[in-house]
């Protein structure tokens, strides 16, 4: 896998963490998940046939995640935008400075292929970033997404990567997750009127 589709899948990345509207996040995950998936079916030629499920179970993903949580925006189409902790370009800049630390102090690589280690790591560190900084559970959980692709790319995208019964095991457990946060978005959402996390701090018992 070529490092041009590991630049794509970073910049889709951090465009989550900036954009405003959850259904340009969304939009931009589902592609970032998709251009993974039609990555990982270019190289499946030659490849083992756990390497194919693997790669159609990504394809499958890409498209839970563009139906089952475009279903749930729909269905919670927020009164007005939530306020967010930190500014866009702050959020960017966080992200990005925590993907390049996590790059400086990886191990030299021990499977051959530095570009998509380096944009592996950044990958899940820009998920777990997105999770962090923004507010809105389902932004949230659309960070979660985007590390998992990050998994995903060094699983596919390395000759001896990680096997592929472990990333379909990621995956399996990532469809669980996802269906979790969706149900959990919608109670908080009727509950609250808002996906805004910031209101689940006031909880007293």
Known sequence: MNSAVGWVLLVLGLATVVVRRRSVALTLVTAQSLLLAAAAL???????????AAALA??????VIGF?????L????????IAERYAAPTRGLLAAGCAILAVAVLPVPTVGNLAVERGAVALVVIGLATVVVRRATLFQA???????????????????????????????DLFVVIATAIAFHE???????????????????
Do not use: M, Y
């Open 58 to 63: 990504l394809l499958a993903k890409a498209a």
């Open 142 to 172: 659309l960070g979660l997404l985007v590390a998992e692709n990050g998994v995903a790319f060094a699983a596919t995208g390395l000759a001896h990567g990680i096997p592929t019964v472990i990333d379909l095991g990621v995956l399996f």
């Open 42 to 52: 270019v190289h499946a030629p030659g490849r083992s046939a756990p390497f194919l």
């Open 187 to 205: 109670q908080i959402f009727r509950v609250f009127g808002t996906g805004d996390t910031r209101l689940l701090g006031e909880l007293r018992d």
């Open 74 to 81: 729909r269905r919670t189409r927020e009164a007005r935008p």
């Open 68 to 72: 089952g949580l475009g279903w749930s």
